[in-house]
């Protein structure tokens, strides 16, 4: 928190002075240089709320961010407060090389650092596309001042010769088809066209709206705002309302510590799994409990799996879209429908209660994109948790979005050893792959990669593809898209590149998943194993990795298991969630 050398705080511009040796000079200073952007002395007696500002020409999810910003100064001015906003880094999924996963953590870094070093009493963060909204989480947990998430929002669905699509289950079902030939170039260009027609982020269950839609299930949203698609004038309201209630918080001193606590954490996962959601929140969410000392336990996040029912019929789990949620009613109607499972005492940023605000949102009304506990899509969590001689150390499965027959099965190891080396073979008429075997990936995770990008949607071979398969199962030490389907093992801990089992499977080899058993094994001696072990050899340094934030990254990064958050960001474990 903002302070004057001596850990005193002022508020306002009098707080986190610039050290020129003389605290008077140095308030002089700042509010002379602050006039000279024409405020007056009446500006800078108020309470000061930074805006952290994410926009960019290469960010389209952001694409609205002028317009959330202006809203939210306007919130803030009418409660009181000056606002401010600041550029953080930004990151545009499907722009940045090799993942945008490789700078979540510099993202949470710089927006850590800035809301440090910048005068403020409060920060609103408006994040939307998927790497964005956990590293502003990461950052608040952190950096420990007033904080209040707003998301950019999903955007509407297009449609193609009839047909609902939406970003980006229907890129990837789509682009199936393509690859097995069902459609052609001309038609393949239609759809680029009519898939992603408005600003905001992907309208599906995806890694963004999976994280939305948690931020509020924690208590670090206005009740409401993870749905509101982003080209509505109801965002824009909620944008406002954050402002106005990012002065209060100043105010009353309510601080990130006092909402993310283990039963807060408890309530997002539960919603992860109740809304079918990407496996990346759970990737994301361990990252922020970690920045709290709060360490997620995967056996009771797999028993909370086991008796929460995924109840939202929205792709890939389903077969809906965000603005149907948003209609139906949002979070709220999830909540409602999971009642005794969540803990509704947990604060929020409003200041009341989780039950306090979903007893204040307007009264149920019919509706069939979240089903009854009764009647649900999936009558398990949509993500289980995986152990095994190839996993001693977890992988995960999203089930709700898998093939059933494939959930048990034995198969043929086809191995690739990168994703460049998937790239090269993947379509080769040649390679020697029928639809019972089992695709591997390795050298995918968080050194490996590096990042741990969102490779693990192995594409179904060319050949086989044109013969109508539509999934087989695919491990690998990546991670998937939210929006991605299929039967799909992923994050396998610990990875290939720091000698995991993973980096011993070879083609032939065969291997059994059994998710109800919750077992992912190599069917191979350990005898065999250890000769194998014993002949390994790390992959070479990545190039580049020798200096700057590469080199961080590799020295730094944690497992999956770990949040693939920085070592020494993370402070010493005091809790563990579920609780």
């Known amino acids: 928190m903002g302070g004057n050398g001596d850990g005193t705080k002022q508020g306002g511009m009098r707080d986190g002075l610039t050290s020129y040796g003389d605290p008077g000079f140095s308030l002089y200073l700042r509010k002379s240089f602050a006039k000279s952007m024409g405020y007056s002395d009446s500006d800078l007696d108020r309470p000061v709320i930074g805006i952290a500002d994410t926009g960019s020409d290469y960010n389209n999810c952001h694409r609205t961010m002028p317009e959330l910003v202006e809203a939210v100064k306007r919130g803030v001015m009418y409660a009181g407060g000056l606002p401010l906003a ?3 880094v930004s990151l545009g999924e499907p722009f940045l090389n090799p993942t945008s996963m490789l700078f979540r953590n510099l993202m949470a870094i710089d927006t850590e650092e800035m809301v440090r070093a910048l005068p403020m009493d409060a920060v609103v963060l408006i994040g939307g596309c998927d790497k964005t909204v956990p590293a502003q989480l990461m950052a608040a947990a952190s950096a420990g001042i007033p904080a209040i998430n707003l998301v950019t929002g999903p955007m509407m669905t297009g449609s193609w010769r009839g047909e609902r699509l939406g970003a980006c289950t229907d890129c990837r079902r789509m682009w199936g088809r393509y690859r097995g030939g069902e459609l052609d170039d001309q038609e393949i260009g239609e759809i680029e066209d009519s898939l992603t027609t408005t600003a905001g982020t992907c309208m599906v269950m995806g890694t963004a709206s999976t994280m939305a839609l948690m931020t509020e299930a924690l208590g670090m949203m206005l009740p409401g705002g993870a749905a509101i698609p982003a080209v509505h004038a109801d965002r824009l309201r909620q944008a406002e309302a954050t402002g106005s209630r990012a002065v209060a918080m100043a105010a009353e001193g309510l601080t990130p510590d006092r909402i993310m606590t283990p039963a807060a954490f408890a309530n997002a996962l539960r919603i992860l799994l109740a809304v079918g959601g990407s496996t990346n929140g759970l990737v994301h969410m361990t990252a922020v409990a970690g920045r709290r000392g709060i360490a997620v336990d995967l056996e009771a996040f797999d028993r909370m799996s086991e008796e929460t029912p995924v109840l939202v019929d929205l792709k890939p789990s389903g077969q ?34 989780l039950g306090e605000e979903l007893d204040a949102r307007p009264a149920p009304w019919p509706q069939t994109i979240v089903r009854p506990r009764s009647q649900p899509i999936y009558e398990k969590g949509g993500i289980a948790v995986l152990r095994g001689n190839l996993a001693p150390e977890t992988a995960i499965v999203k ?3 898998a093939t059933p027959e494939l959930l048990r099965h034995t198969g043929r190891a086809v191995v690739f050893d990168s994703p460049a080396d998937l790239a090269l073979r993947i379509d080769d008429p040649d390679l020697d792959v029928t639809a019972e075997d089992i695709l591997v990936m390795r050298n995918a995770g968080p050194k490996g990669a590096p990042g741990m990008p969102e490779a693990g949607y192995l594409p179904i071979p060319k050949k086989l593809a044109r013969q109508g398969v539509k999934d087989m199962v695919r491990i690998s030490d990546a991670r998937m898209s939210g929006t991605a ?21 070879q083609t032939g080899d ?6 109800d058993a919750r077992r992912l094994d190599l069917l191979v001696d350990e005898a065999e194993l250890e000769r194998r072990r014993a ?3 790390a992959p070479d340094p990545h190039p580049g990795s020798d200096r700057g934030w590469l080199k961080l990254h590799m020295t730094e990064v944690r497992q999956a298991t770990g949040g693939a958050d920085f070592d020494f960001l993370v402070p010493p474990v005091t809790a563990k969630t579920p609780v």
Do not use: Q
């Open 86 to 88: 600041f550029p953080t």
């Open 320 to 353: 809906n879209y965000m603005e149907d949620l948003h209609k139906a009613g949002g979070l709220a109607a999830i909540m409602r429908e999971l009642g005794p499972l969540l803990d509704l005492g947990c604060l929020t940023v409003t200041g009341r209660t």
């Open 399 to 401: 089930r709700s979005a």
């Open 485 to 505: 389907f299929g039967t799909i093992v992923l994050h396998v801990c610990p990875e290939s590149a720091v000698g995991g089992p993973l980096a011993l499977v």
């Open 510 to 515: 065969r291997i059994t998943l059994d998710v």
């Open 535 to 537: 002949a390994w050899t």
